[in-house]
């Protein structure tokens, strides 16, 4: 266990602790290091991967690797890994808890009653959650699950995907416009990257219109975020529920003083229980590949 891994960015305090229990774990990179752990969040860039000739492996904590190049990664040799399916059931979980917020309007609620204005008067009526048409924009595993758990208020259920997946009992909708059209919440459940970048744009928007609501646990880039921005105080759209934004940690001004939108700071998989999971499963990464080459959940 003498090669030395880089670890690229800031961990789970557990995970950290397992890794320099472990291996050898240097927090400046240097010719010799094998592999490299890092979060979603950072990847490793192009120019780190240039930089480091012995890197064989990048381990990302988090499902999502749209911060690493991965086809030029594996063009200079390098395997990648991401940790699916542990992280499925809290951020589906916080996607169906965004769309109650923000439809009910909870937390705008809560504002309402710590500012005292429940004694002033009522507070405005919400949305009906159970029954409503719901678009899932993204059919993987997180978009399944989030299906699954709307199946249980009665959502009337459609999706697009780049592929049609067969046997779902959900309508098929051949772009995210004609999805957006049908439906009176549209659910963002892509992966990121130049592949999704904008797929919400203002045209979808417009599609989803004054009285439809948007739920973005994906990736801020997957929204045109100046257009959303424009339709949210505009009327153009009714309501959102944002974990996910452009430029993270930093959210748009005009947003902050909105009461229909639900402003979250990328906290869908921020669980005990998720991030040791996901913890756990980056380290089971790392250490099989430096055992034998090989990752337990190459990315696909
Ligand atoms: C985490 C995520 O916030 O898994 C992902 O892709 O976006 C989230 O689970 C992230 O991994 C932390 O870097």
Known sequence: MTRPVWQACPLLPSLEERLRTNHKIVDEPSDDVVAAIT????????????ALPSLRAIVHFGVGYETTDVPYARSRGIVVSNTPDVLTDCVADLAVGGMIDVLRRLTAADRFVRRGDWRRGQFPLATKVTGRRVGILGLGRIGRAIAHRLAAFDARLSYHSRHQVPGLPYTYHDSPAALAEAVEVLVVATSGGPATAGLVSSDVLAALGPAGYLVNIARGSVVDEPALVAALTTGGIAGAALDVFADEPNVP??????????????????????????????FRNLHQFLT????????P
């Open 253 to 282: 001004e005009p947003l902050l003083g909105l009461d229909n939108v639900v402003l979250l700071p990328h906290i869908a998989s921020a669980t005990v229980e998720t991030r040791e999971a996901m913890g756990d499963l980056a």
């Open 39 to 50: 979060s979603s969040r950072f990847g490793v860039t192009n120019e780190q991967i240039d």
């Open 292 to 299: 034998d080459g090989t990752l337990l959940t190459p990315v």
